[in-house]
């Protein structure tokens, strides 16, 4: 199943809700669904944004679903031995890090139009 759809289906939105958050048409969600058309950059973004998960989770390009995942599995061995006080100030490091790439990738995205 094609993920936009799975994450749309498991937060209960419609294609005509959807397509309203994204300011594209229900038939443009449709094409998403079905594969036809990809997203552009900034619908891939607000979609991380709506469903709290990876662009390339949503894109299918990883199974790794959130940052909080994301860091856990880069990180599972070099976090061993760390108490949960300074796991919990890595994430933090990390999600403003993840955070700061995004606007960047955002501007990046803008200049290129």
Do not use: V
């Given at each position: ?61 990883s199974?790794?679903?959130t ?19 300074e ?27």
């Amino acid at each position: 199943m094609n993920r936009i759809k799975q994450l749309r289906e498991e937060n209960n939105i419609t294609q005509i809700q959807l397509a309203k958050k994204l300011n594209k048409t229900q038939q443009t969600i449709s094409l998403y669904e079905n594969g036809t058309n990809e997203p552009d950059l900034d619908s891939y973004i607000i979609l991380s944004q709506i469903f709290n998960c990876s662009i390339e989770y949503i894109a299918g390009k990883s199974d790794i679903r959130t940052i909080e995942q994301e860091f856990n599995f880069a990180y599972h061995k070099e976090s061993e031995g760390l108490s949960q006080d300074e796991i919990k100030e890595a994430l933090e490091i990390y999600k403003l890090y993840h955070k700061k790439n995004k606007k960047e990738e955002k501007k990046d995205s803008k200049k290129e139009k």
